[in-house]
């Protein structure tokens, strides 16, 4: 079975500084990977996702994601934080991409003006 | 792009009431459906998972009887929550996938049950 741990349920930075959320996942077979975030009563919104092909991915909104075997590693990162990151961010997992998604428990940012 | 609606956004029902809930796929055939429940402040939780004309595999501890799913074409699948109790009270958001084309996901309903 896979999943997926996000270290951290609550992370704060200052405006302008790196954001860099993390995620390790656990998988017996390749993983398909995704960031998400959730903005209050709202569903979730992709980030990006890895699906295998470049490990360096690039997603929406200035964040971007690395894709590590070698520390069963995928955290997100964002080199100048906004406000409008604010938000829930949400680490998953799947086995081919659209088999059920496990989700970590989220970590929650906050950006400090 | 790929676009789910969910409706109702907010529902609130009295305590042995039944509620609906759909999700639509608006401009693709979703061959897979997930329903997924959120508690306050956690992550999501998947419910169950339906695909178009057969009946909906649930997670281990969801009372299948109690949320009755239909998947009943490619675009449109329904969660019902049948004689609601304020333990139910919720946020459910849907999932809809393709093969190729990743996940898309509903807005959410917030569910309160007095």
Same mark, same amino acid.
Do not use: M
């Given at each position: 079975a896979q999943s997926v741990t996000q270290l951290?349920?609550?992370v704060s %930075? &200052?405006?302008?500084?790196? %954001?860099?959320?993390?995620?390790?996942?656990?998988? &017996? %077979?390749?993983? @398909?990977?995704?960031?998400y975030v959730q903005y209050p009563n709202q569903g979730l919104q992709l980030l990006l996702? @890895?699906?295998?092909?470049a490990t360096l991915v690039k997603g929406i909104n200035g964040f971007e994601a690395e894709f590590k075997k070698s520390e069963t590693s995928f955290?997100?990162?964002?080199?100048?934080a906004h406000m409008s990151d604010a938000a829930e961010y949400f680490c998953a997992v799947s086995l081919f991409g659209n088999e059920k998604l496990t989700f970590g428990t989220g970590t929650r940012l906050t950006i400090i003006p | 792009g790929a676009v789910v609606?969910?409706?109702?956004s907010r529902v609130i029902c009295k305590s042995g009431t039944s509620v609906?809930?759909?999700?639509?796929?608006?401009? #693709?055939?979703a061959t897979t459906m997930f329903w997924y429940r959120q508690f306050p402040k956690q992550s999501l939780m998947l419910m169950a998972t339906s695909n178009e004309g057969s009946k909906a595999t649930y997670e281990q501890g969801v009372e299948k009887d109690k949320f009755l799913?239909?998947?009943?074409?490619?675009?449109?699948?329904t969660l019902t929550v049948t004689s609601a109790?304020?333990?139910?009270?919720? #946020?459910?958001?849907?999932s809809a996938s393709r093969p190729g084309h990743g996940y898309t996901f509903g807005s959410g309903t917030r569910l309160t049950v007095v």
């Open positions: 951290g349920s609550h %930075v &200052s405006e302008g500084a790196l %954001v860099l959320l993390r995620c390790n996942y656990s998988s &017996s %077979v390749p993983p @398909y990977l995704f960031w996702k @890895y699906t295998s092909a955290h997100l990162t964002k080199p100048s | 609606s969910q409706h109702p609906k809930i759909e999700c639509r796929s608006l401009d #693709f055939q799913i239909n998947h009943a074409s490619l675009t449109l699948s109790h304020p333990e139910d009270s919720s #946020f459910y958001i849907c």
